[in-house]
């Protein structure tokens, strides 16, 4: 039994997300995390919210509320609406959690103790107004290039010209839009990057089975220009993980916080720790999966994301553990943790002839989409279409036709025809007598082929390719029941309709344990009318067509998947084309 550890990138907390944020990185970790539970490997699947930074605070501050109450109510919404989706995360977990708090400052003291942190002194701008420092980005002002006159400290949006906030004429606080701004000096930590660049290297380069589309983003960020540069771990705000020097006070940075980027990728490992004190588990359960010198070294680790994320994952976290484990190693601290393993990365999802954009409400959430459809409607499309080679675009016509054809007219269809006629020629159980003959032997060839290429293919972490081997295995036994017949052969030779009726029926099961990673709800629904708990992989397909015997009961399911109306389609579209209310 292997053991697999698989993170998703955690989504940020301020909104819910939509159907592009979902397929970039939450639903393809689940689909492969209920396939390797589906094989018997053990696994432990983490994902959480990622709550500190600026735009937490902003965000509490429209809705009226304390930042620490709104984190925690759209955590409430967040793992609402993943548990709807069907989402079968171990733990869903918040990295401001008192975990994640212990661990970040814990990491940062390793990082000190190993002189990978310096202290920078620099001048930021305070907003008199406010009582706080402005981060670059919520500076507005006029563009000394364009003209602009919502140009903001970082970048103008209207020319892309990279500004500073000095830049900006009349600046402005993007918060309150106050212009009593002063430039105050401040000192903030550093991790030294530029000081692992080479480890980092080295350990990119031993990554000889990842897409070169990862190792790229990788390289580009390491020996681009300057190569890389260190970067600010701490801000000055009250929201976010207390910066310490492991459980020690942190001289001069008083009233300061780990920046976001700093104490979100802790998260995972935090999560993991969340998991076992919500389950009453000891630490050496969590330890396990995380730290190589607790049993962590058999641990497969994969990571999901979007490609956007790639730069976060190869080089600043992997920074952060790499720095520890190295310092661990000189001064002979058994304390290593796990470097991820394999990272999945995904280009975008585009919605009917544009982007996703959540500020203008274009494109379906992931609540509006549970209002309208189940789960397993959305999973399906989004997975078979799941933007991997390149970008991939939703539209309601590709959505109709594939809900319809794949789901209703092969599945469903396959599942109603064959517990219907079994019905009313034997009864609800699965009918005796007959035998297997050529026409079914080459029917079990055919799925076994079939199957191991699935298999190779959940394996691979190739979602479109999986996809369409599923729908080939579905589609194998749609032809088999047109050709056997066995409404047709029933008159003349009912036995051997009965040894069809009996294959059909436990295809049924078999579509059901392969489909779960897909479609789980449909699967159990499925496994529910076969009336069976038998979810074991058909490593011998055969052997797996057996499953149910004779005189088993069985009950016909209700429509497995209604078909989307033309009216449907044509509403939906309408209403989802922007600003959501
Ligand atoms: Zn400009």
């Known amino acids: 039994m292997a053991r697999i550890l698989i993170t998703s990138a955690i989504p940020y907390i301020n909104g819910i997300k939509h159907l592009g944020n979902l397929i970039g990185s939450q639903l393809p970790a689940d689909l492969y995390a209920r396939y390797q539970r589906g094989r018997g490997n053990e696994v432990l699947f983490l994902c959480a919210t990622d709550e500190h930074g600026t735009p937490a605070e902003l965000a509490a ?59 920078v002194s620099e001048k930021q701008v305070y907003s008199n107004a406010d009582g706080r420092f402005l981060p670059d980005r919520y500076i507005e002002g006029t563009c000394p290039n364009c003209g602009y006159d919502r140009a903001r400290g970082d970048q103008c949006e209207n020319c892309t010209k990279q500004l500073d906030p000095t830049d900006l004429i009349e600046p402005r606080s993007a918060i309150s839009g106050s212009t009593d701004l002063e430039v105050r000096e401040t000192k903030h930590l550093y991790l030294r990057q530029s000081a692992m660049k080479d480890k980092l290297d080295a350990w990119i380069d031993s990554k ?5 589309l990862t190792t790229s983003i990788a390289k580009k960020w390491l020996h681009d220009g300057d190569g890389l540069q260190d970067r600010g771990i701490t801000r000055d705000l009250d929201w976010g993980v207390p910066v310490k020097k492991g459980d020690q006070d942190w001289p001069g940075m008083e009233g300061k916080v780990f920046y976001v980027w700093f104490d979100a990728p802790i998260e995972y490992i935090a999560c993991a720790k969340e998991w076992a004190d919500a389950n009453g588990r000891a630490d050496a359960d969590w330890e396990r999966w995380w730290r190589t010198d607790k049993g962590a070294d058999d641990v497969r680790y994969v990571q999901f994301m979007g490609k956007d994320n790639v730069p976060f994952h190869t080089l600043s976290f992997p920074a952060t553990i790499l720095g520890t484990n190295t310092h661990n190693e000189e001064t002979g601290s058994p304390e290593r943790w796990k470097l991820v393993d394999y990272i999945k990365s995904f280009n975008y999802l585009n919605y009917d002839g544009g982007q996703f954009s959540t500020s203008q409400g274009r494109g379906v959430f992931m609540d509006q989409a549970l209002d309208i459809l189940p789960a397993d409607y959305w999973r399906w499309w989004l997975l078979s279409h799941a933007p991997e080679s390149s970008d991939s675009e939703f539209t309601w016509e590709n959505f109709q036709q594939s809900v319809n054809k794949d789901l209703a007219d092969v599945l469903g269809n396959f599942v109603s025809r064959i517990t219907k006629f079994c019905r009313s020629k034997f009864g609800e159980a699965v009918p005796d007598g007959g035998q297997f003959g050529p026409r079914e032997q080459a029917l079990i060839e055919e799925l076994t082929k079939r199957v191991r290429a699935y298999e190779g293919h959940m394996e691979a972490m190739e979602v479109r390719k999986s996809a369409q081997e599923l729908r080939a295995i579905w589609v ?89 109306t033309d009216e449907q389609r044509e509403e939906w579209q309408e209403k989802f084309a922007g600003t959501r209310d």
């Open 208 to 212: 000889t089975d990842w897409p070169v």
């Open 61 to 119: 501050a429209k809705a009226g509320k304390p930042v620490a109450e709104y984190c925690a109510d759209m955590y409430a919404i967040q793992a609402d609406i993943a548990n709807r989706f069907g989402l079968s995360f171990d733990h869903f977990g918040r990295s401001s959690s008192e975990q994640n708090k212990r661990l970040t400052q814990h990491f940062a003291g390793k990082l000190d103790d190993a002189g990978l942190i310096r202290e």
């Open 476 to 564: 194998a036994g749609n032809e088999y029941l047109q050709a056997a017949a066995p409404w047709s052969t029933f008159k003349e030779d009912p036995e051997q309709a009965a040894a069809q009726v009996r294959l059909g029926l436990n295809l049924i099961r078999l579509y059901a344990v392969l489909s779960a990673p897909f479609i789980p709800d449909t699967s159990a629904r499925m496994l529910s009318a076969m009336n069976t708990l038998d979810t074991s992989w058909p490593d011998d397909v055969a052997t797996a067509l057996n499953a149910l015997p004779s005189g088993h009961d069985f009950t016909v399911p209700d429509v497995l998947f209604a078909k989307i």
